[in-house]
């Protein structure tokens, strides 16, 4: 069982390039330059779309799986488990991106899904050299926090929004299953899987923590309209893993667009823009597998 | 190109006499080395066709509606017993034993019947002749003796020739089983790693091999990058293991892949049955059976390819399931890359080589050069640039012969033939 505390995304580059090779054999659209300096907020971006860009990889590959005469079980698991890996960690920090890009207004649009893959192929350390610091922005005086999250990206770059709205969308506003928010030595997150054991610890800010040990439990629907339609992309449910496995093995060959049934149905009445614009894609792609 | 000439195996009989290779079409082509001979003083042992046949064809599972290919996964031989061969075939659900044998010579001068065949009349015989045996030519032909069948519910990956030269071993996905090379209605489950829920899988079985020696000890490897090596005396099913295997990740190297990356595609004990080397993405890695906690040896065998990981991901490359050999002494070890390239790593020496298996770039009896991915930004002249590498070309299963430096290289569905100078 992998070790949750020491987690980093990126894979080390081997820098024996001198300067930025551009010349990538498998490069997909526009290169995305570095502003001057190292922008938290850019790279975070940049890396939530490629994380992003590849859960929907993942997505398409299983979903191919399902079509293919003989679907080779190793490969299944291997990108199953890829799958939930990226659902972890969005769930871990991904929250904290909508709340980045919801306060501080990222503006990505979607042409900027499409970067250079070397982007989530590279260490983040290496960038910069050292474990990234990122800074939080506390709540109780606007007290910046400097934390060392384990090299998780959890990069939150808070606008000038007051702090007091985001101690207050942590607090209650997470009910998109359950997720429970450990510091970085404890053990894995489950994914709506868990039933908590730990008591809901609001949201405490301890310093040099940015998640303190709380826990969201599938709460009351939506108390907020706003809110809820900010949290859209946090859905702990977005991917129904079970139904994707069980379907592997007890129904060998899915119809092309019973996949999207049941990923459509499993959401039940929740519905987002997001989880619909993503399915619009996988049906477009459908259509375009199937020759219709 | 045709699909169904795609090698799919290759491997040596024990005495390295023989070389079978099995392809995607369900068939077997034996070859045979030549003896040496005064006429022809430079074809030092040659390999030649010795036998060809049909091995699976094939089938319709009704039950689930799948087609079950007929691929030929791996092959291993029988030690041998008498004039005849035997080996081990086996696709993704039904294993074979072939017994191949050959007749160069023909008996002359029956009484009884005629040379077409016919019966003589009784009175027409009037003297009795001693039968001669006299040269034809040569007839090799491939007879199934057994068929191991319904015994696995996912894919064969493997299957492994014990010791003990009665039993065999075969695994699946999820499940690893002993047969008896005499017994084809039954076998016993030796390991089942199959969650109760298949939900939860999480983790399956990538390769399996018998110890050479201990023919109560076998190891399985994971998709997890681990090795379990377990004792058939401990218990019936062999759940938990004896030893396990595994290297503590590097955390400054996790990615996404890293799971992926880290999937065991081949194990393979050492003739001296001290190691096993492990095969993974992008290495290959040496264990000491004492030591669990990490291998003592690493070698990379591409390692440019690490930052090429997510497109790797996208064309599905990451998955490609090499395999690694050891040479007859132990000193040196073998496994394939992509462009048709193939790596040697001598274990003394700590030197390596990358040699490229192509009929541009070999004419009979020339010396391979040795080639260079450049990883630098300044491409030196012969150096291949990461960019320019043929991922469709990959060579997946090499085979080292038991005691000379030969080598069979399957390249596609081209097969590499490769010896040592002689001076």
Redesign the interface.
């Given at each position: 069982m992998r070790k949750r505390g020491s987690r980093s995304i990126y894979m080390p580059v081997h820098r024996r390039r001198k300067g930025r090779e551009k010349a990538n054999m498998y490069s997909k659209g526009t290169k995305r330059k570095f502003s001057d300096g190292v922008d938290n907020k850019a790279v975070a971006a940049s890396y939530s779309l490629q994380r992003q860009s590849l859960l929907d990889m993942s997505l398409l590959k299983l979903q191919l799986c399902h079509m293919l005469a003989e679907p080779n079980l190793c490969r299944s698991v291997l990108i199953a488990n890829t799958v939930r890996q990226i659902q972890e960690e969005m769930a871990h920090d991904g929250s904290w991106q909508v709340v980045t890009e919801a306060l501080g207004g990222s503006g990505h649009g979607p042409s900027d899904r499409l970067v250079d893959t070397e982007v989530l192929c590279q260490s983040l350390e290496q960038q910069d050299g050292g474990p990234r610091l990122y800074s939080v922005m506390g709540y109780d005086g606007c007290r910046e926090e400097e934390v060392v999250t384990d090299k998780a990206l959890c990069s939150v770059v808070v606008g000038d929004r007051s702090p007091a709205l985001l101690l207050g969308t942590i607090g209650h506003c997470w009910d998109r299953g359950e997720l429970r928010v450990e510091d970085g030595v404890s053990k894995d997150s489950g994914m709506g899987d868990e039933e908590g054991t730990r008591s809901g610890e609001g949201a405490k800010m301890a310093t040099g923590q940015v998640f303190g040990t709380f826990e969201i439990k599938n709460g009351a629907p939506g108390s907020d309209p706003a809110l809820e339609e900010l949290f859209s992309d946090v859905d702990a449910s977005y991917y129904d893993l079970d139904t994707m496995l069980t379907g592997m093995q007890s129904a060998p060959k899915m119809g092309p667009y019973d996949f999207l049934d049941s990923l459509a149905s499993s959401h039940g009445s929740v519905s987002n823009s997001s989880c619909r614009a993503d399915l619009n894609e996988l049906d477009h792609i459908m259509e375009i597998i199937v020759g219709s | 190109m045709c699909k169904a000439d795609i090698i799919s195996t290759v491997e040596f009989n024990y005495s390295g006499e023989l070389l079978a290779t099995g392809d995607k079409g369900g068939r077997v082509v034996i070859f045979q080395r030549e003896q040496e001979s005064k006429n022809r003083p430079h074809s030092r042992g040659e390999y030649n066709v010795y036998s060809t046949f049909q091995s699976h064809e094939p089938e319709f599972d009704y039950l689930?509606?799948?087609?079950?290919?007929e691929k030929i996964n791996k092959i291993r031989w029988l030690p041998q017993q008498n004039a005849a061969h035997s080996l081990l075939s086996t696709n993704?659900k039904t294993i074979k034993l072939w017994k191949i044998s050959q007749r160069d010579k023909r008996a002359e001068g029956y009484n009884l019947k005629d040379e077409d065949g016919r019966l003589r009349d009784p009175f027409r015989i009037t003297s009795l002749r001693v039968p001669v045996l006299l040269p034809m030519d040569r007839m090799v032909e491939a007879s199934p003796r057994r068929i191991f069948a319904n015994a696995h519910t996912?894919?064969i990956n493997s299957i492994s020739v014990n010791s003990d030269h009665e039993t065999y071993l075969s695994a699946d996905?999820?499940r690893v089983n002993l047969w008896h090379l005499e017994i084809t209605d039954r076998s016993f489950n030796i390991v089942d790693i199959k969650p109760a829920n298949?939900?939860e899988?999480?983790?399956?079985i990538?390769a399996a091999e018998c110890h050479p020696h201990q023919c109560n000890v076998f190891v399985y490897s994971s998709?997890k990058g681990t090795i379990r090596l377990c004792d058939m005396r401990a218990a019936a099913l062999c759940d938990r293991q004896s030893k396990f295997f595994e290297e503590p990740?590097d955390?400054?190297?996790?990615?996404?892949?890293s799971?992926?990356i880290s999937?065991i595609s081949d194990v393979k004990f050492s003739h001296s049955g001290r190691y096993m080397m492990t095969r993974d993405y992008l290495s290959v890695k040496v264990w000491d059976l004492n030591m669990e906690n990490r291998p003592v040896e690493t070698y990379q065998v591409h390692?440019?390819l690490?930052?090429?990981?997510?497109?790797l991901?996208?064309?599905?490359c990451i998955?490609d399931k090499f395999e690694c050999c050891w040479n007859g002494a132990d000193s040196a070890i073998m496994t394939g890359s992509y462009n048709n390239f193939f790596r040697m790593f001598d274990r003394n020496t700590r030197r390596d080589v990358t040699l490229e298996a192509s009929r541009e770039n070999s004419k009979p009896r020339a010396i391979l050069k040795a080639r260079k991915v450049s990883?630098?930004?300044k491409r030196k002249k012969d150096e291949i640039?990461?960019?320019?590498?043929d991922f469709n070309k990959k060579i997946l299963h090499t085979a080292w012969h038991p005691k000379e430096n030969v080598i069979a290289v399957a390249a596609t569905n081209n097969l590499y033939i490769f010896q040592d100078k002689i001076n």
């Open positions: - | 689930k509606s799948l087609e079950i290919e993704d996912y894919h996905d999820l298949m939900e899988l999480t983790e399956v990538t998709s990740e955390p400054s190297s996790r990615s996404f892949f799971e992926i999937s390692e440019y690490r930052s090429k990981l997510c497109s991901y996208e064309n599905d998955f990883t630098g930004g640039s990461v960019d320019s590498l």
